[in-house]
């Protein structure tokens, strides 16, 4: 579950409802996070992202479902892509959290967000004994 403020993530310029008392706030592996996204994935994988967003906490085969939705196809290039093409793993941040860790926000220095996250990478790989690539940074 997203451990920052659990903001309500609605933004309906797209044409897509926020449910009343509803939140979309990040959950599940990838951090879920807009009512458009709740939407594509819950039409994508037969559930109602809309009106029960708190599912892909509460269901462990939806949530990890959502993940791999998200992963294979959302943004461009994919995660999946990028990863298997060659990009790295920039591009993998820049296509879940490139808003907030690529470009400039200064309550969140993206910086510092980056070499976080590129840190637990590395330190992943490390554990599993595989090379991280090049093409860490957005």
């Given at each position: 579950?997203?451990?920052?403020?659990?903001?309500?993530?609605?933004?309906?310029?797209?044409?897509?409802?926020?449910?009343?008392?509803?939140?979309?706030?990040?959950?599940?592996?990838?951090?879920?996070?807009?009512?458009?996204?709740?939407?594509?994935?819950?039409?994508?994988?037969?559930?109602?992202?809309?009106?029960?967003?708190?599912?892909?906490?509460?269901?462990?085969?939806?949530s990890?479902?959502?993940?791999?939705?998200?992963?294979?196809?959302?943004?461009?290039?994919?995660?999946?892509?990028?990863?298997?093409?060659?990009?790295?793993?920039?591009a993998?941040?820049?296509?879940?959290?490139?808003?907030?860790?690529?470009?400039?926000?200064?309550?969140?220095?993206?910086?510092?967000?980056?070499?976080?996250?590129?840190?637990?990478?590395?330190?992943?790989?490390?554990?599993?004994?595989?090379?991280?690539?090049?093409?860490l940074?957005?």
């Open positions: 579950m997203e451990n920052t403020n659990k903001a309500t993530y609605c933004d309906t310029s797209s044409g897509v409802i926020c449910a009343p008392g509803q939140q979309y706030y990040g959950r599940g592996p990838i951090q879920l996070t807009w009512n458009y996204h709740y939407k594509a994935a819950g039409d994508a994988l037969g559930f109602d992202g809309i009106n029960n967003p708190g599912i892909v906490a509460s269901n462990a085969v939806i990890f479902k959502t993940a791999i939705w998200f992963w294979m196809t959302q943004s461009s290039p994919t995660c999946h892509s990028a990863m298997v093409n060659g990009y790295g793993f920039g993998t941040i820049n296509a879940i959290n490139g808003r907030f860790e690529c470009g400039t926000n200064s309550s969140n220095p993206p910086v510092q967000q980056q070499q976080q996250r590129i840190q637990l990478y590395r330190s992943y790989c490390s554990t599993l004994g595989v090379n991280p690539g090049p093409n940074n957005c």
